[in-house]
């Protein structure tokens, strides 16, 4: 067994990958628990943030998981990584193309993978040992994530069953928990962050120049648990989204979160020098992971896109 599918084994068999469901009341301890994961580590935070996301979005839907599974969320769409579901004359239905960025790939059980039918996005629950499914983790070129074994994953008519669609059509980018998961990546990236500023504390360079960078430092790992506490706190006050929030509050926050991990990457260098980042791997690959991994936050093109509160 891989060692990160052992390590989810075990937290499963004890409970620790039941979270509390987004907007069910306890939505500032769903992301305290993912930032916590984040801090200790970021590869296995990664792959426990999308098993949870989809069995959110699972139960979002009405339905239940496959028992026993281990799940990813494969939803990255562009022009190298799309599905195409087609339907034979028969009424099957059929998968092909390619999806890139599936964390876990070759050793979770299933996947929530999402499709286009036309001009609709369908949601789709598929076994991760499909008969033409191919996993090829060749393509991943960065050190970060490495345990995670990310791939690409090709389709080759994959049969699907109409019982596999999850809600309707265009419903996993509608629904109101769309915009509250978005937060569980959020969560994660903000532990990661927190996990380096507890290294530079650790090493605790006790020059002023140090002592003002992690006086910084200690400031952004309350921020960063402060914004995600407050956003639990407005998603369970609207669940439902009934006055439209839910997307622009998601936006907003992601866009801090990124920015403070940003700053948080910055002084951590300066706070504690070269010595953690040459010669500690864990922090080595802590801080390329977060480099990486806050890069799901798009950016300008996200912040052009807030409404005026």
Same mark, same amino acid.
């Given at each position: ?11 499963a068999?004890t409970?620790?990958?039941?979270? %509390?469901? &987004? ?6 301890q @769903?992301h ?12 296995l935070?990664?792959?426990i ?7 959110a ?6 339905r239940a998981? *496959?028992? /026993?599974n ?6 990255? =769409? /562009? !022009?190298?990584s ?6 034979g004359?028969?009424g099957?239905?059929?998968l092909?193309?390619?999806? @890139?960025y599936?964390? /876990?790939?070759?050793?979770? =059980? ?11 996005v369908?949601?789709? =629950?598929v076994?991760?040992n499909a008969?033409?499914?191919t996993?090829d &983790? ?25 019982h596999?669609?999850?809600?309707? !059509?265009?419903?996993?980018l509608?629904? %109101? ?5 978005a937060?569980g ?6 532990g ?8 530079? *504390?650790?090493?605790?360079?006790? =020059?002023?120049?140090?002592r003002?960078q ?20 407005e ?10 929030q839910?997307r @622009? ?17 910055? *002084?951590f ?5 070269p ?7 864990r922090v080595a ?5 977060l ?9 300008e ?7 005026p /509160?």
């Amino acid at each position: 067994m891989h060692k990160m599918k052992e390590r989810l084994s075990d937290l499963a068999s004890t409970d620790q990958l039941v979270l %509390p469901l &987004p907007g069910g009341g306890r939505t500032a301890q @769903r992301h305290a628990a993912l930032h916590e994961f984040g801090r200790l580590d970021l590869g296995l935070a990664r792959l426990i943030e999308a098993h949870t996301d989809a069995l959110a979005i699972i139960g979002e839907a009405g339905r239940a998981a *496959r028992p /026993g599974n281990l799940y990813g969320v494969w939803a990255s =769409d /562009g !022009p190298a990584s799309l599905l195409i579901l087609s339907r034979g004359d028969d009424g099957s239905l059929r998968l092909n193309g390619t999806k @890139r960025y599936c964390t /876990g790939a070759p050793f979770l =059980d299933a996947a929530l993978v999402t499709a286009r039918l036309g001009e609709e996005v369908l949601l789709l =629950d598929v076994s991760a040992n499909a008969k033409g499914l191919t996993v090829d &983790p060749s393509e991943w070129a960065s050190p970060a994530f490495s345990e995670t074994l990310t791939a690409s994953v090709a389709f080759d008519n994959v049969t699907v069953r109409e019982h596999d669609i999850v809600g309707g !059509p265009n419903w996993y980018l509608t629904r %109101p928990g769309f915009w509250h998961g978005a937060l569980g990546p959020a969560a994660c990236w903000a532990g990661g962050a927190s996990g380096l500023v507890d290294a530079a *504390r650790e090493l605790n360079r006790r =020059d002023p120049h140090s002592r003002a960078q992690l006086g910084a430092l200690a400031a952004a790992d309350w921020g960063l648990r402060a914004f995600l506490a407050r956003a639990g706190e407005e998603i369970d006050a609207d669940p439902q989204d009934t006055a439209g929030q839910a997307r @622009r509050r998601a936006l907003m926050v992601r866009h801090l979160i990124e920015r403070m991990c940003t700053d948080v990457l910055d *002084r951590f260098g300066r706070a504690t020098g070269p010595q953690l980042l040459a010669f500690d791997t864990r922090v080595a690959q802590r801080y390329s992971e977060l480099t990486l991994y806050i890069r799901q936050c798009h950016a300008e093109r996200d912040l052009a896109t807030i409404p005026p /509160g």
